[in-house]
């Protein structure tokens, strides 16, 4: 096993990806209706407290998003979705020792939380959705994630096909890396996310985390978040004598063995909910991934 390393650093801020610690990216959705938090986090207090503690958990970046985007979900406007993060972010910049990241594909939020304290971009958009986000990006000169997802979050699970999944993600991210170069992002500033669940069946899901080496080939530092997707629970579903759903703390059980599986394959950071959970697994699967 062979994993490249990144070292990003920007303003006052540096991560090394890749080395003896796996980063992880904690999940703060401030909003009333994302797949497996919504509404828990969604009063500006509750949020704030949330993003202490995923910090004091083991987080390395807090992903603030605003906008629920899980599948068959509704888009949200601009000026709601500032409503909801960029007091979160002012009241939290101050506050952290971590990088924030706004998770948007709006040039308009993502410009209003970077001036609130945002130091990265999370775009699941990859560039595609609002041309005013690489020149945002390309002017800050902060990093940004570059996401691979099939269509929108409103239709992207009706019926995906691939021709070949992973070589046509491979493909899509390069053609996303280059769109970036070419609108004056540096290209050591950009991290790229196949997408896990947004697009994508389980046996899709499972081929991405199994042959991850492949996109690896890129030369950027690899971000996966498998955190209580559907396809976690559709395998424990499946493997269930009863066939039902299985319960949230089975969930995040399950969430371990993919996080795990895309750590051993080479992943460089984990976007998760459960940072605390994560954390102390990580810290194992990282001490046996780098033994001399």
């Not at 949330?50 to 998003?65: C, K, V």
């Amino acid at each position: 096993m062979s994993e490249r390393m990144f070292r990003l650093q920007w303003d006052r801020w540096t991560l090394d990806l890749g080395s003896a610690r796996t980063c992880l990216m904690g999940i703060l959705n401030v909003t009333p209706d994302s797949f497996s938090d919504g509404g828990e986090f969604f009063e500006q207090e509750d949020a704030v407290s949330q993003g202490l503690r995923l910090e004091d958990q083991g987080a390395d970046i807090l992903d603030i998003g605003g906008e629920s985007t899980r599948p068959f979900s509704d888009l949200v406007s601009a000026e709601e979705e500032i409503r909801r993060v960029v007091p979160v972010i002012e009241a939290l910049a101050g506050r952290v020792s971590i990088p924030i990241s706004i998770d948007t594909n709006k040039a308009a939020v993502a410009r209003r939380a970077l001036d609130a304290g945002a130091a990265i971009i999370n775009d699941i958009g990859a560039l595609r959705l609002d041309p005013e986000m690489a020149p945002l990006a390309a002017a800050r000169k902060l990093p940004i994630v570059l996401m691979h997802m099939l269509g929108v979050p409103k239709t992207m699970q009706v019926a995906p096909h691939y021709d070949e999944v992973v070589t046509d993600i491979r493909d899509f991210l390069a053609q996303a890396i280059d769109r970036a170069t070419q609108a004056g992002i540096a290209r050591d500033r950009i991290i790229i996310d196949p997408g896990i669940g947004f697009g994508k069946t389980l046996v899709h899901n499972l081929a991405i985390i199994r042959r991850l080496p492949e996109i690896s080939s890129l030369d950027c530092p690899i971000l996966m978040g498998p955190s209580r997707k559907a396809f976690v629970r559709n395998i424990l579903k499946n493997a269930s004598s009863k066939g039902s759903d299985p319960e949230r703390d089975r969930i995040i059980d399950g969430t371990m063995g993919a996080v795990a599986a895309c750590i051993w394959n080479g992943a460089h950071i984990l976007r998760v909910h459960d940072v605390g959970r994560v954390r102390a697994m990580a810290d194992v699967i990282d001490a046996i991934r780098t033994a001399q």
